[in-house]
T-cell receptor
Framework: DAGVIQSPRHEVTEMGQEVTLRCKPI?????LFWYRQTMMRGLELLIY????????DSGMPEDRFSAKMPNASFSTLKIQPSEPRDSAVYFC???????????????FGAGSRLTVL | GQNIDQPTEMTATEGAIVQINCTYQ??????LFWYQQHAGEAPTFLSY????GLEEKGRFSSFLSRSKGYSYLLLKELQMKDSASYLC?????????????FGTGTRLKVLA
């Protein structure tokens, strides 16, 4: 298994531009999570999906952020327009669905490092 | 809501033992997880506890007390490669679904 795949690994853009981050979860995993990590705030949960359906987007900072999961193997996180304070590492993670907490290990992608100038 | 607290930084010597504490508050507790994150890399799973007590996994052990909202990660025979951030995470259950909430992490420096 290739694990959780994210792209791009690095993105540098200018303020006001649209940014799209992509994620392919592990096949068979029913849950997909988007996190943002900064030095100040640590790893923050932005939104998560269960069976492609958004369950909780209360962590999405503003309307400038949106996420979709059109099918079980693909999700996007979009920022439009981007601002310098959005600079962070964005992680996608997936987990399987079982009734046993220990079996639902969350597996992270390598992350997308975003810099907004 | 949820709240997870852990120390920001710790320093220890190679070969020693270190304990990283984590306290949490959550309404739908369904497991306590520890992740390791090296600088510039993704978090990787270390251990989990769902019941009270100690879980041992080689040089790493994790303890949970649900009544106290408390966990710790114990690292024995420290090696230089153990220098990393250690993230405490709570799996929270609500409305039939699950989510993982992370603490801000503890940066561990292992000195020679």
């Amino acid at each position: 298994d290739a694990g959780v795949i994210q792209s791009p690994r690095h993105e540098v853009t200018e303020m006001g531009q649209e940014v799209t981050l992509r994620c392919k979860p592990i096949s068979g995993h029913d849950y997909l999570f988007w996190y943002r990590q900064t030095m100040m705030r640590g790893l923050e949960l932005l939104i998560y999906f269960n069976n492609n359906v958004p369950i909780d987007d209360s962590g999405m900072p503003e309307d400038r952020f949106s996420a979709k999961m059109p099918n079980a193997s693909f999700s996007t996180l979009k920022i439009q327009p981007s601002e310098p304070r959005d600079s962070a590492v964005y992680f996608c993670a997936s987990s399987p669905r079982t009734g046993i907490a220990g079996a639902n290990v969350l597996t992270f992608g390598a992350g997308s490092r975003l810099t907004v100038l | 809501g949820q709240n997870i607290d852990q120390p920001t930084e710790m320093t220890a010597t190679e070969g020693a033992i270190v304990q990283i504490n984590c306290t949490y508050q959550t309404s739908g507790f369904n497991g306590l997880f520890w992740y390791q994150q090296h600088a510039g890399e993704a978090p990787t799973f270390l251990s989990y506890n769902v019941l009270d007590g100690l879980e041992e996994k080689g040089r790493f052990s994790s303890f949970l007390s649900r009544s106290k909202g408390y966990s710790y990660l114990l690292l024995k025979e420290l090696q230089m490669k153990d220098s990393a951030s250690y993230l405490c995470a709570v799996r929270d259950q609500g409305s039939g679904t699950y989510k993982y909430i992370f603490g801000t992490g503890t940066r561990l420096k292992v000195l020679a």
